[in-house]
């Protein structure tokens, strides 16, 4: 059974920083492709960064050169570093996983910046 385990969410004032953690079980973890997306009530699910198994990165132009994707095999983990917080940065952050062809979600965590 593929568990995601996300935290580290909260609330923080504009400008500050949040380090999100998704600890995965039930995969092989350095043969995934792991990410972070994002979810605002009434938009779409957005892509925010992947890194693949290579650790070769991707990130949404709305927050490169603030957000940083990160992975530790070791501890079947993904990081996600955000800094310089805005206050649309707002949002419920769900963690990804692709295994196999197959993909998992986790329950996500509330990011709420203040302005």
């Known amino acids: 059974q593929v568990q995601l385990v996300e935290s580290g969410g909260g609330l923080v004032q504009a400008g500050g920083s949040l380090r999100l953690s998704c600890a995965a079980s039930?995969?092989?973890?350095?043969?995934?492709?792991v990410g972070w997306y994002r979810q605002v009530p009434g938009d779409q699910r957005e892509l925010v960064a992947t890194?693949?198994?290579?650790?070769?990165?991707n990130v949404a132009d709305s927050v490169k050169g603030r957000f940083t994707i990160s992975r530790d095999n070791a501890k079947s983990t993904v990081y996600l570093q955000m800094n310089s917080l805005k206050p649309e940065d707002t949002a419920v952050y769900y963690c990804?996983?692709?295994?196999?062809?197959?993909?998992?979600w986790g329950q996500g965590t509330q990011v709420t910046v203040s302005s």
């Open positions: 039930g995969v092989i973890f350095s043969l995934s492709n």
């Open positions: 990804n996983v692709d295994y196999l062809r197959r993909t998992y």
């Open positions: 890194i693949i198994r290579s650790g070769s990165t």
